[in-house]
T-cell receptor, first 114, second 112 residues
C-alpha cells in the first residue's frame, strides 16, 4: 500500500513564475491537508480539502495561493507569481476521514525561489 | 498560533530513556495531544496520541497530567535512529473538522 506521494520533490522557480505542487493521498483516503515549513520552524497548517471541496483554508495566504482536490487525480497546491519568501518545504498529509486519529504525511516538496 | 511549548533541544544517551516534555496549558477538553517526529526534514511520522489517559504503543509512552496542561513523551530505550525533531501537537476541532497545530519541536540528539 503506497504511502502519500508528492511531486516534484524539489522545485526551483524564478520570482514571478508559478509553482504547482502535487499530492496523491494514500489509497482509500479522501481527505488532504497541506502544511508549509519554513527553515528551522514547525509545520504550519494551510488548507484542508475533501474530494472537490475546500473544508478549511484558514491558513492559506489571501493572495497568490490556491488549492484543489479534483474528483480524479492528485491534490494541487498552486502558488502564482512566487516570491523569495515562498521558499519552504510543503508537506501534504492524508486521512481516511475527517475525524480519523492519524494523518499520514508525504515526503514534501522543497520549493526554492531564486 | 502554537498551543504547545517544548524545549528547543535535548540530548540522551543511547539505551537510556528519553523523556520529552510539552506544555499545553490552554488545551480544551476535547482536544487531543499528538506526537510526531521528523527525521532529516522528511515528512513527519506519527508516534502516539492521547486525550486524558496515559497511552503506550510499540514506539513510545505518553503520560498526560491529570489537569491535561502538560504531557511527556517517553522513548524507553533510545537508539541513534531516534535522533529527530519531536513535535507535540494539539488537534483542534472546528465545526466537525480537525487540524493539527504544530509547536516548534524539540531537537533530540541520541548520543553513542
Amino acid at each position: 500500500n503506497a504511502g502519500v506521494m508528492q511531486n516534484p520533490r524539489h522545485l526551483v522557480r524564478r520570482r514571478g513564475q508559478e509553482a504547482r505542487l502535487r499530492c496523491s493521498p494514500m489509497k482509500g483516503h479522501s481527505h488532504v491537508y497541506w502544511y508549509r515549513q519554513l527553515p528551522e520552524e514547525g509545520l504550519k497548517f494551510m488548507v484542508y480539502l475533501q474530494k472537490e471541496n475546500i473544508i478549511d483554508e484558514s491558513g492559506m495566504p489571501k493572495e497568490r495561493f490556491s488549492a484543489e482536490f479534483p474528483k480524479e487525480g492528485p491534490s494541487i497546491l498552486r502558488i502564482q507569481q512566487v516570491v523569495r519568501g515562498d521558499s519552504a518545504a510543503y508537506f501534504c498529509a492524508s486521512s481516511a476521514s475527517a475525524n480519523t486519529y492519524e494523518q499520514y504525511f508525504g515526503p514534501g516538496t522543497r520549493l526554492t525561489v531564486t | 498560533d502554537a498551543k504547545t511549548t517544548q524545549p528547543t533541544s535535548m540530548d540522551c544517551a543511547e539505551g537510556r530513556a528519553a523523556n520529552l516534555p510539552c506544555n499545553h496549558s490552554t488545551i480544551s477538553g476535547n482536544e487531543y495531544v499528538y506526537w510526531y517526529r521528523q527525521i532529516h526534514s522528511q515528512g513527519p511520522q506519527y508516534i502516539i496520541h492521547g486525550l486524558k489517559n496515559n497511552e503506550t504503543n510499540e514506539m513510545a509512552s505518553l503520560i498526560i497530567t491529570e489537569d491535561r496542561k502538560s504531557s511527556t513523551l517517553i522513548l524507553p530505550h533510545a537508539t541513534l535512529r531516534d535522533t529527530a525533531v519531536y513535535y507535540c501537537i494539539v488537534r483542534v476541532a472546528n465545526s466537525g473538522t480537525y487540524k493539527y497545530i504544530f509547536g516548534t519541536g524539540t531537537r533530540l540528539k541520541v548520543l553513542a
